[in-house]
């Protein structure tokens, strides 16, 4: 069993292909369509977790109220063994997502690991190794000092990991990477 992560998939959102932009202009997802961005998310998805893996989606996984939409399109075909933190745009009913998410969270700490959906003040970072987040989706954030340890930031939008979700041990390599413990 593998743990992995991912964020921000915002599945069946248009705006997502057709409005959101970087700031240079260029489009911030370049699929010609919203079924094209989310057919290549669960395809990428599935090739990387099992059905017996566990999954923690860090938030926003669609827009608003459109679970019921994307419900047997999408949430019927991902694999793994589903966790949910809810993120700012995951605003149905938390007994809505219990159909697809075996538990849901307000953020998780594992391995001394705090994730959550929008990054932590780096003042509430004390006792972590790091902040695994989403919700920033092409942006990250520097590392803090904290004391005398560097505590990096991790972003594991999909925009951040080709539309893949990635395992415990990446991040692990990303903290690593950005100088953390």
Same mark, same amino acid.
């Given at each position: 069993?593998?743990?992995?992560?991912?964020?921000?998939?915002?599945?069946?959102?248009?705006?997502?292909?057709?409005?959101?932009?970087?700031?240079?202009?260029?489009?911030?997802?370049?699929?010609?369509?919203?079924?094209?961005?989310?057919?290549?998310?669960?395809?990428?998805?599935?090739?990387?977790?099992?059905?017996?893996?566990?999954?923690?989606?860090?938030?926003?996984?669609?827009?608003?109220? &459109?679970?019921?939409?994307?419900?047997?399109?999408?949430?019927?075909?991902?694999?793994?063994?589903?966790?949910?933190?809810?993120?700012?745009?995951?605003?149905?009913?938390? &007994?809505?997502?219990?159909?697809?998410?075996?538990?849901?969270?307000?953020?998780?700490?594992?391995?001394?690991?705090?994730?959550?959906?929008?990054?932590?003040?780096?003042?509430?970072?004390?006792?972590?190794?790091?902040?695994?987040?989403?919700?920033?989706?092409?942006?990250?954030?520097?590392?803090? &000092?904290?004391?005398?340890?560097?505590?990096?930031?991790?972003?594991?939008?999909?925009?951040?990991?080709?539309?893949?979700?990635?395992?415990?041990?990446?991040?692990?390599?990303?903290?690593?990477?950005?100088?953390?413990?």
């Amino acid at each position: 069993m593998t743990i992995f992560f991912t964020s921000d998939t915002h599945f069946s959102h248009a705006n997502m292909v057709t409005t959101f932009t970087l700031p240079d202009g260029s489009p911030a997802r370049t699929f010609a369509s919203v079924d094209e961005m989310d057919e290549t998310m669960i395809a990428r998805w599935n090739e990387a977790v099992r059905p017996q893996d566990h999954i923690y989606h860090l938030g926003d996984l669609t827009m608003h109220r &459109q679970i019921g939409q994307i419900r047997y399109r999408v949430l019927d075909r991902l694999h793994g063994h589903k966790r949910l933190l809810l993120g700012n745009h995951d605003a149905d009913k938390v &007994q809505n997502y219990l159909q697809w998410f075996e538990k849901i969270f307000a953020s998780r700490v594992l391995d001394r690991i705090l994730f959550t959906h929008i990054p932590v003040h780096p003042e509430s970072l004390g006792r972590f190794r790091a902040n695994v987040h989403g919700h920033t989706h092409h942006r990250t954030l520097p590392a803090v &000092q904290k004391d005398e340890r560097v505590v990096p930031y991790v972003n594991v939008c999909v925009e951040q990991t080709n539309y893949t979700p990635i395992s415990l041990d990446e991040v692990q390599t990303r903290i690593r990477k950005a100088g953390g413990l």
